[in-house]
């Protein structure tokens, strides 16, 4: 009997969604499966907003950031009631498998939704990197990529004023973009949850490399360190840096610029070869997974053994960081 599999992008956007959904479509379509293309996650799956898909409906969209389904956050769902509802939508259309491209809170959805007997394979699409199981995520790669271009800017205007420039980052409970970005672009200092940090070590490490002849200086934050135990925005952390070392600050939130933009090459075939792996599940009737990257590899996961492991960051690098800007 035919298949018929569902997908939907949920959660914040993410540059490679689309490559993303382009291989679940052809890859389904190619196995002589019928593919609906549910829009605005959750949402549009409750309000039955979905399409049937073709093989031209995903053309000309590998190399576009955004989603061509649309993308939400659906309060509903978190809600037994809508998960149920959620349910019964997916049992009148006759879809037998659905693939949610998301982060960590679109995969509880997804987790609700198999528990109800709907078998779903998640994909990582958040430009976080914040799912446990998976070494990358979908869009991760374009984010940091695009830091790095808005803070090479940024360096070239603070060189210029011998300045100190406090840059705001995304990532609520992830410090990654951070991390990396602060890596690719030589930041003086790097702040994320994961690691405790005071702004008197930072202090300290400006006057000494000041004492060096070093002029200007970067620092990357993770949004999720601002406003949170009495760190106060970028400005005031700019405010007291200037106040404390002498040097010039100013500070620059980089907001949504860091969801948009072409997915890089590593994106598209990451998206690519994930999109294949989740439809060859279910073609084998396996649902309940999550697709993941392990050292180089695309694997997969129980969905809920995929919940509850713990990321883990990445404390070297962290390190690594910290010893050569000095
Ligand atoms: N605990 C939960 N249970 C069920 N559904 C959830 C849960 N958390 C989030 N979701 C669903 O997934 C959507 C996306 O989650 P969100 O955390 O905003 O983004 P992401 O998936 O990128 O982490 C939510 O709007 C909601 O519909
Ligand atoms: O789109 P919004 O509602 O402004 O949300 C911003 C948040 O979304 C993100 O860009 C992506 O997070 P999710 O993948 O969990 O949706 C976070 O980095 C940021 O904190
Ligand atoms: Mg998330």
Request: some cysteine; proline content about 2%; aromatic content about 4%.
């Amino acid at each position: 009997m035919q298949k018929t599999i569902g997908i939907l992008t949920s959660g914040g956007d993410a540059p490679g969604m689309n490559a993303a959904v382009r291989s679940v479509v052809r890859t389904a379509l190619y196995k002589g499966m019928r593919v609906i293309g549910i829009r605005r996650g959750y949402s549009g799956l409750l309000a039955r907003d979905m399409v049937e898909m073709n093989l031209r409906s995903v053309c000309d969209t590998l190399h576009r950031g955004g989603t061509v389904l649309y993308s939400a956050r659906c309060p509903e769902f978190r809600d037994d009631a809508g998960v149920e509802r959620g349910k019964e939508v997916c049992v009148e259309i006759g879809i037998d498998g659905l693939v949610v491209i998301g982060g960590d809170g679109s995969f509880r959805g997804a987790r609700d939704l198999s528990i109800k007997g709907i078998p779903c394979i998640g994909i990582p699409g958040t430009i976080d990197n914040d799912i446990a199981c998976s070494d990358y995520t979908i869009g991760f790669d374009t984010a940091v990529n695009t830091v790095m271009d808005m803070v090479d800017k940024l360096r070239d205007t603070s060189q210029s004023h011998d300045r100190c420039t406090i840059v705001e980052v995304m990532g609520r409970r992830c410090g990654d973009i951070a991390l990396h970005s602060g890596i690719a672009c030589g930041a003086v200092a790097i702040l994320v949850p994961e690691v405790p940090f005071s702004i008197d070590a930072i202090v300290e490490k400006m006057q000494r490399t000041l004492s060096t002849g070093k002029k200007h200086f970067i620092i990357i934050v993770a949004e999720g360190v601002v406003n949170v135990n009495g760190i106060g925005s970028v400005q005031d952390i700019a405010n007291e840096i200037q106040a404390r070392t002498g040097v010039e600050a100013r500070s620059t939130i980089l907001g949504h610029v860091q969801r948009g933009g072409a997915p890089t090459a590593r994106e598209r075939v990451l998206a690519s070869e994930m999109g294949h792996y989740a439809v060859e599940l279910l073609e084998q009737g396996i649902g309940n997974r999550v697709i993941a990257s392990k050292d180089n590899k695309i694997v997969d996961y129980d969905i809920l053994e995929a919940l509850n492991m713990k990321r883990e960051f990445n404390k070297r690098l962290y390190q690594i960081a910290d010893e050569i800007s000095i």
